[in-house]
């Protein structure tokens, strides 16, 4: 038998072998807590520039309650007459962190503008936010707030 074919076999087996790399391992995924992220807070993505937000964080809200937030625009009766925003959270006994986005030709000029919410759990209410008064049309942060037994 010549040695001429089990050369060139082996120095091909040799090139192929040497030609492919070596499987480099997988970086490790970040672990949930090293996320930089809100909870319970959807990720909406940048800010676009024809678009406002109000955000700021609710106290208060058991775990498990679901938590209705609205932007209204109210007439002189206190009554809602259109909505500029919403956003449903789910509790955690924890500061509850939000962000609700509007448009800013949509908000009135003139008009009373509310941040309004209640938190109910079963079916059935059992807190609301107190009123708070929005009086620009521009991206802001309310700071905390407390919901308050419902009556």
Do not use: W
């Amino acid at each position: 038998m010549s040695l001429r074919p089990f050369v060139l076999l082996t120095l091909f087996s040799f090139l192929v072998a040497c030609s492919s790399d070596a499987p480099k391992p997988a970086a490790p995924a970040p672990a949930p807590q090293q996320e930089k992220k809100i909870p319970n807070v959807e990720d909406l993505g940048p800010l676009p520039a024809y678009q406002r937000e109000i955000s700021g964080t609710l106290n208060g809200v058991p775990a498990g309650a679901e938590v209705e937030l609205a932007l209204l625009v109210i007439d002189d009766s206190s009554r809602p007459q259109q909505l500029l925003a919403s956003s449903v959270l789910i509790g955690n006994n924890k500061p509850l962190a939000f962000r609700l986005r509007f448009s800013p030709e949509a908000f009135p000029a003139g008009a009373q503008v509310e941040l309004r919410g209640r938190a109910s759990q079963s079916g059935q209410l059992i807190l609301h936010l107190p009123a708070v008064r929005i009086t620009q049309a521009i991206t802001q942060t309310t700071g905390p707030l407390q919901f308050v037994k419902a009556p």
